[in-house]
């Protein structure tokens, strides 16, 4: 392995670098084909197997081939000590990521992102020292790395403790001020560093106050912003592990850590500028802007509340043709997925048709209530997404709204002094007849007064979604 | 001017794997279905963990003679790069488990 075949400009080239370097092309590309599977659902699952392929092929050969820039391989005792602390994020992980509730997900989600995230910042952080020894790029890199892995690190902990119910969103009108000094006192010291012409030893204060700031920026950046806005931050946080992840590619020239870390950060843009779009906001937006409160018109006549009894709400949906089911978070705190789809399966029996009309920003991460329903043995099919059951709602008898509110607000489309206007939603003031169902009158998570409880066809079924559910089927069955 | 062509000129390489691993992230992921939504969002994530590489190296190359604090936080970041990564895949193994079993 050690036979040096060739010198490239000046460096050796062994049967063992070239096999490591061959391991890590492999290791990318299945990260891409990987990435590929992962976006359609026949093959989605094979996709994420292939990536963690790849994944277990560029930590085994790390371990067995990788050498030092003296040409010295890991020593045996390293290797044991590696493969123990590999066992215990190993078993950790894998027990916590199947005990872990499907509502639960976007939570494990962030700490997983946190995890990574905080890895890229140790590596920065350890590997300064070296890096300050070569040319600015090197440089450079490790302090991006260092900035945008302690930033995913805090924040992605925040992020965590606010869909964990653990950290309540504090908003200060101040506070946008602040985080901008902070972010520019952070890029500022970053540059100083970057630029500074002092040695590697007489920089180590600023490094360590360089992390300090960014993890304070990272919480900060985070706490401002609202529950509803969570999706997006996910997505972000996640793009950021990626970046970091590839800026550490970069100090150590390693082409499967750049390529998978840009994939990644890109798949995260993608899907922060989606979620961006889902609500009719730009991204600086949701960072600066809080959500909620004020704006509102509510000097439009209310109409009055009507509320409709379980029999006939029962019914209702049993001499209906199309039922379509909006489920919001709600159904999901209420854990009413399961008893949702035993809703569906009856009402099916009887020859009614029911889909689930899947709003993009449904939960508390992207594609969350999709996860929720398929838990609940809700098959795939049955999930239509908005756009696509939007043309056909004028003609659905009757559209069950569970524990959503925001998303079905008529008030985007003719409201335009409302926070949510211009926002898409789901047409359910189309359908012939709507059924409401809500713990009590409280506004959604913008704060914003939802017109279409007093619409005409519109009956409220007050309480709990899965008792009033549960309710419901069984009204069905002693039909 | 001439310091930024430079810059590129000196870093070109990088320069170039960037813009196109962004251009193929960007293929790659456009389109994906809502329902994909979360899977997509965990899988990446686990191969965000790719950083594990550099926390083996870490460790790998570490003095073991004598106690330091690198090691420790080099160590960490070993964890926190397994945690990512097994954590990762398997819970988006699960999740797409649940899609895969109810084929009508």
Not at chain 1, 294 to 318: F, P, W
């Amino acid at each position: 392995m050690d036979k040096i075949l060739t010198t490239i400009s000046g460096v050796d080239f062994t049967v063992g670098s070239a096999l490591l370097e061959l391991s890590y092309l492999i290791a990318a590309l299945l990260f891409v084909w990987g990435l590929k599977l992962l976006s359609h659902p026949e093959t989605a699952r094979r996709g994420n197997l292939w990536a963690a392929g790849g994944m277990g092929l560029a930590m085994i050969t790390t371990l067995l081939l990788h050498k030092d820039s003296a040409g010295q391989g890991i020593q045996m005792m390293n290797v044991m000590i590696i493969i123990v602390f590999i066992g215990v994020g190993a078993a950790i992980g894998w027990i916590a990521a199947r005990k872990v509730k499907m509502t639960a997900m976007p939570q494990m989600v962030s700490i997983y992102n946190a995890t990574g995230g905080g890895a890229s910042m140790l590596v920065a952080l350890l590997e300064y020292p070296a890096a300050a020894a070569g040319d600015i790029g090197s440089i450079l890199v490790t302090v991006l790395g260092l900035i945008i892995g302690s930033v995913a690190f805090s924040g992605s902990l925040i992020a965590f403790g606010k869909l964990d119910g653990r950290v309540g969103d504090i908003m200060k009108p101040f506070m946008t001020y602040l985080n901008l000094v902070l972010m520019i006192a952070t890029l500022g010291l970053g540059a100083y560093i970057v630029f500074s012409p002092n040695e590697p030893s007489e920089m180590l204060w600023a490094i360590y106050s360089l992390t300090g700031l960014a993890l304070i920026y990272g919480v900060m950046f985070v706490m401002p912003i609202g529950g509803a806005d969570m999706p997006v931050v996910i997505s972000l946080l996640n793009s950021f592990t990626g970046i970091a992840a590839a800026m550490a590619g970069f100090i150590y020239n390693n082409e499967a850590m750049i390529l998978g870390g840009i994939l990644v950060g890109a798949a995260g843009m993608i899907l922060t500028v989606l979620m961006c779009k889902a609500m009719n906001r730009s991204l600086i937006n949701v960072i600066i802007g809080a959500f909620g409160g004020g704006g509102a018109a509510i000097d439009r006549e209310h109409g009055t509340i009507k509320e409709i009894t379980l029999s006939d709400a029962a019914v209702l949906l049993s001499y209906s043709q199309k039922v379509v089911i909006i489920p919001g978070y709600g159904l999901a705190v209420a854990q009413a997925q399961h008893i949702a789809h035993e809703l569906d399966t009856i009402l099916e029996n009887k020859g009614v048709e029911v889909k689930y009309a899947i709003h993009p920003v449904a939960g508390r991460m992207p594609g969350h209530m999709n996860v929720l329903l398929a838990e609940a043995d809700v098959p795939y099919e049955q999930l239509v997404e908005m756009d696509d059951i939007n043309p056909d709602m004028p003609n659905v008898d009757v559209a069950i709204v569970v524990g959503a509110n925001d998303v079905v607000n008529p008030a985007a489309y003719d409201d335009p002094s409302s926070p949510i206007y211009g926002m898409p939603i789901i047409d359910a003031h189309l359908a012939k007849n709507i059924i409401i169902m809500k713990r009590g009158m409280g506004k959604g998570y913008a704060g914003i007064e939802n017109f279409l409880f007093f619409n005409d066809k519109t009956r409220m079924l007050f309480g709990d979604a899965k008792k009033s559910i549960t309710s419901l089927v069984n009204e069905i069955k002693s039909m | 001017m001439e310091q930024v062509l430079s810059f590129f000129f000196e870093y070109k390489d990088a320069i170039f794997i960037i813009a196109l691993s962004i251009f193929l992230g960007i293929e790659v992921i456009s389109n994906v279905p809502a329902v994909l939504h979360t899977p997509l969002m965990s899988g990446a994530n686990a191969i965000s963990g790719v950083i594990i590489i550099g926390g083996i190296i870490l460790v790998g190359h570490a003095d073991l003679s004598r106690f330091s604090l690198d090691l420790v936080l080099g160590i960490l970041a070993l964890v926190f790069g397994t945690l990512n990564v097994v954590g990762g895949f398997a819970v988006t193994d699960r999740m797409l488990e649940m899609f895969k079993k109810k084929k009508k």
